[in-house]
């Protein structure tokens, strides 16, 4: 169906000064390297690495069975002789999916939970080089300053990733912790330290890259991938800033939609593109999950100050749960300031969080979707937050639940309903917002 053809109420029109209004959360926020617009997916050539030549395995969540083998997704780009093809895709870069899998996370006690998409992260493949910097094979340097701050070295190793993203060997505890208390997110299966790896279509140790200075030459820095499971890997950002790929991504986000329906038997009819009260069924349903994810983190008192567009699946799902921390861990002493009793980060995700779900929204309304009514989305929110939402167990992580409640659903209420707009935190300061929270 030609989707020009459709006539969407008042209601469901985008908003065109809220779009521009959400231009102002700029690339400072969304991360560093997640540049999306005017650049497509593209295929490139992959090697297998192989265990204990090319790495050693450290670490495996044992809590996983699948239809394919787990060293099956180890591998690095090599686009002279590869002979895995992958699709590489805007903002991911070395983060590499492999579509097309089958698996399920058991934990004691808890319903299991299947993926569809096991996620390489630290395969090499370098953003520079599909901007028509040269190929990957003429590149002599993969480090670059670290203008995001993120690197204690000062330093980014590009394609690669080390032991702080994955928590030092913690993140698959973590996940599996984090996905036992219900929330919606990625799950670890495999973490490996790097040996060697291709370098100009050849196998080349680690240290002698270190001693070329290719890579960063520290005696502590031992570069590591990891492979970790998601139902889709493709993230709100995509959807709002693709043109090209937006109705495509919808499509694939509905084929997921449809397949976790059917595996964990929760009762939904199957939806399409092309009709309009299943397709409002996706948006509605996915303001339920997220209401889930904030009450759930709000339980666990825990926050990611990272919750943008880039870091939440089109399934609804929070990645790189590795900046997820305590709120009472936060050694930050200025990110610790209670707002009527509720620390400045978790009033921060939820900030993100109804951004997150905007984005969606107009990504939505530009792919010529029906979204529903704002109204009715927000209610679905609220009934996923408040099934979740433990008054006892938010009161016991240094949060006043009561006031939490309210921050959390004012500011749904701004953002999603009425529409108006809340300046990212990254630039201006909470009682910015005007908001009467008492």
């Known amino acids: ?50 265990q204990d030549r090319d790495y050693d395995l450290f670490q495996t969540n044992h809590n ?46 808890s319903p299991d939970v299947r993926f569809y998409t096991a996620n390489t992260k630290g395969a090499g493949y370098l953003k520079p080089t599909v901007k028509n910097n040269g190929g990957l094979n003429q590149l002599d340097a993969w480090v670059i300053k670290d203008r995001a701050g993120e690197q204690e070295s000062g330093y980014k190793v590009l394609g690669l990733s080390g032991e702080h993203e994955y928590l030092k060997g913690k993140v698959i505890d973590k996940s599996n912790f984090l996905i036992s208390k219900g929330l919606r997110c ?41 492979v970790r499971l998601l139902k889709t890997n493709t993230r709100i950002e995509e959807a709002y800033r693709s043109d090209q790929r937006r109705l495509e991504i919808f499509k694939t986000a509905f084929e997921i939609f449809n397949r ?24 509605k349903e996915f303001f339920r999950r997220m ?25 609804a799902e929070i990645a790189d749960i590795g900046s997820l921390d305590h709120n009472a861990d936060i050694k930050d002493k200025t990110l610790k300031h209670h707002y009527n009793g509720v620390p400045f980060l978790h009033i921060k995700d939820m900030r993100d969080i109804a951004y997150d779900l905007r984005y969606l929204l107009n990504a939505g309304k530009r792919a010529g979707l029906h979204t529903g009514k704002r ?28 006031f939490a409640k309210k921050w959390m659903l004012e500011i749904i209420k701004t953002v999603i309903v009425e529409r108006n707009n809340l300046p990212s935190l990254n630039y201006s300061d909470i009682e910015d917002w005007g908001l009467d929270i008492h």
């Open 1 to 50: 169906m030609n989707r020009a053809e459709y006539n969407l109420n008042p209601d469901e029109l985008e908003d065109k000064s809220e779009v521009d209004n959400q231009e102002q959360d700029t690339e400072t926020e969304r991360g560093y390297g997640r540049e999306i617009e005017g650049l497509e997916p593209k295929p490139e050539r992959f090697s297998k690495l192989e």
């Open 64 to 109: 996983i069975t699948a239809n394919q083998n787990l060293a099956e997704f180890f591998i690095f780009v090599n686009p002279g002789a590869g002979d895995q093809i992958r699709i590489v895709q805007p903002p991911h870069w070395r983060s590499i999916d492999t579509p097309g899998l089958e698996a399920v996370l058991h934990l004691p006690g």
């Open 186 to 226: 990625e799950s670890y299966w495999g973490l490996a330290r790097l040996k060697q790896v291709y370098f100009k279509g050849e196998l080349v140790p680690i240290e002698r890259l270190k001693k070329k200075g290719v890579i960063l030459n520290r005696k502590n820095y031992v570069p590591e991938e990891g």
């Open 260 to 283: 976790e329906n059917k595996d964990s038997n929760l009762g939904f009819p199957e939806i399409n593109i092309g009709d309009k009260e299943q397709e409002r069924l996706y948006f």
């Open 291 to 315: 209401g889930k994810n904030a009450a759930t983190l709000l339980n666990l008192g825990m926050v990611h100050a990272y919750l943008h567009s880039s870091n939440v699946t089109m399934a």
């Open 375 to 402: 109204q009715d989305l927000a209610d679905s929110f609220v009934e996923g937050f408040n099934s979740i939402f433990n008054n006892n167990e938010v009161g016991q992580q240094q949060i006043d639940p009561d």
